[in-house]
């Protein structure tokens, strides 16, 4: 009986737990995160990424809002670099169904199956935007921040849909202090 009353709870917990953004980090431990407090888009490597140009502008103002968030403000003389890369991939999904119905049993042909094997196509485009954040004094790398999820066309979706995967990604920059 307790578990009947648990499910809901479950349910509730599994429901708010998933996104549609899936996200990862990885950062030098040797670096103290503290010391960041200004910031700079490294354009030489934003220019490089082909996305269009109003993409790339969604991208760098949901990342100004997010580090604005943090207290980081941008500056000519940065502490950290910030460039982006992005990687889209198609995916294709096959399902077949057999939409026949009759009965029998055994192996091989059956006089009393009518009806066929339905398939259904599906695509989706799966994208990847890759966060770097460097060092402005060193030239290196000290965390990047991965979001994968999938795209849209429908602009209204798009806006929302990149200001979800930056700021899912900058919830892990800085990283916790163990």
Not at 27 to 40: E, G, I, M, R
Not at 104 to 119: A, E, I, M
Not at 126 to 134: R, S
Request: with cysteine; glycine share 8%; hydrophobic share 35%.
């Amino acid at each position: 009986m307790k578990a009947i009353k648990l499910l809901p709870v479950f349910l509730l917990l599994v429901f708010t737990s998933c996104s549609s953004v899936r996200v990862y980090s990885d950062y030098d431990n040797n670096v103290d995160f503290s010391q960041y407090k200004t910031y700079a888009f490294h354009k030489k490597g934003i220019d490089k990424v082909e996305i269009s140009e109003l993409d790339k502008k969604r991208i760098l103002n949901a990342i100004d809002r997010e580090l604005s968030k943090k207290g980081m403000t941008k500056s000519e003389n940065p502490d950290l670099l910030i460039n982006i890369l992005t990687k889209e991939r198609e995916k294709i999904d096959v399902n077949q169904y057999n939409a026949g119905w009759g009965y029998g049993w055994g192996w091989g042909w059956n006089p009393y199956l009518w009806g066929g094997r339905s398939t259904y196509v599906s695509s989706s485009t799966e994208g990847t935007l890759y966060i770097d954040l460097i060092d402005a004094k060193k030239k290196e790398l000290v965390w990047q921040g991965e979001g994968v999820g999938y795209l849209t066309e429908n602009r209204k979706e798009k806006e929302k849909q990149i200001n979800e995967f930056v700021a899912k990604i900058l919830e892990q920059f800085p990283p916790k202090a163990k």
